[in-house]
Each structure stands twice: as C-alpha cells, then as structure tokens.
C-alpha cells in the first residue's frame, strides 16, 4: 500500500510538471523575462527531486542604463594587471569610465565644375615618367584621352580641323592640347617629345638631324618633321 501510495504522487507530481512545460512560450508580464531557477537537490538522493528540480520564475528585465553625462559615453578600461599575481587583481583588472563622444561632421562638398572633375584611371601606363611626374602615356576608356599634365585621363574635345583632305585620308593639320601636335599621316594628336632633335645647326639654322614620329620624316631645311611622302597610303 505503500509503495502504491508513493507512486501515485509520483505520477501527479510528474502530470503537474509536465503541464508546467507545456505552457505557453511566455506568461510573464511585461517588464519580466523568464528564467530557469534550479533547486539545491541531488535527483537520485530524493524521490520526489526529479519533480522539482527545477523552475521557471518572472524576474525582472534588466534595463541598460548609463550613468555617464551627455555628450559622453561608457568605455572600459583595462589596467595594467596580471590576474594571476595579485590576489584582488581580478576585482579590478577593468573599470568603466566616461569619455567624450567623437563629433563628427557631416559637410556637403562644393559643387564641382566640369574642369574639377577626376575622370577614371587609365586601363594601362608606361613607366616612363615625364617633367610633370605623371606617365608618358596612358590608355584610357573610351571617349577619354590622356593629359600627360594633368595626370588623368580628361574628355575628349571637339577638334578643329581643316576641311582639306591629305593622301593618307586625314585632316592636313588639327587643334591639339598643350603640349602635342597634329601627325597627319596618322590622323592623331601626339606628344611633342617623340621627335628629338640633335644641338647641331646646320646651314639653315635649324637642327641638323631629327628622329620624327611614326609616318614622318625629317626636312632640314624649314627644320621640322613633315609627312613622309614613302609611308604606306590606305
């Protein structure tokens, strides 16, 4: 009898604990959390343990708040302790103090004009630099070309050409920038530079010699690179 007795509050025991589980997901109030309680007990040196092992109580939520004035906010700060050389040092290894907030300001940048504009890099450079510290040469998108001055890569201008036609199909001479010159026979604006001329002046004042661009050959007598009449006609 017992033995009946014992196991029967068992099973009630066992049927309230299981309806306690199968509550609802939460039935705290608001302002309160759910938490697990677990009871000082050893469930096999007690019959009854395995019942109430356990608990769920309401305890309050913690809400975060910070004791620091405006405009500062909460940091913590570690001091120069080893934990495991002082006794008290792990009660105070870190503390909280106030410090002041960054300011930051958010300012709109002036309108930009046309000519203040970086256009995208180039897709590819030589290594050469020139007296301006930027690339010889660069190949840009399209629709852009390289300004060796500058050192980026600026829209391509509407060019001033003349209406006359050479053998080679181009314009016989084109507006360039600062610093190149209309190659006619390549229908192209180039630098400057890739026509070296030696210090020698020969009989009529000019350079004696001349390495000229591609589809140019050099005339000593007026001194300059003029189209080259052999280069390959289309």
Sequence with gaps: MKNLLVLTTLILSLSGFAGEVNQPASFCPDGTREEIVYNDCVPTAEIMCAAWYSRIECVPVEVETSTCPEGTREETIYNDCVPTAETMCAAWYSRTECVPVEQTENT??????????????????????????HPSICGCVKGFRWNKIAGTCDDVKPRRC????????????????????????????????????????????????????????????????????????P
């Design 162 to 233: 003349t209406r006359d036609r050479n053998p080679w199909g181009h314009s016989s001479n084109c507006s360039c920038d600062e610093g190149d010159y209309w190659n006619q026979v390549l229908g192209q604006c180039r630098p400057e530079y890739l026509q070296i001329c030696t210090a020698d002046i020969n009989q009529w004042g000019h350079a004696s010699k001349c390495s000229c661009d591609t589809g140019l050959s050099y005339d000593q007598t007026i001194g300059k690179c003029t189209p080259d009449q052999n280069f390959p006609k």
């Design 108 to 133: 709109e940048p002036a309108p930009l004009t046309p000519a203040d504009v970086t256009h995208p890099a180039p897709t590819w450079c030589t290594f050469d630099i020139n007296q301006w510290g």
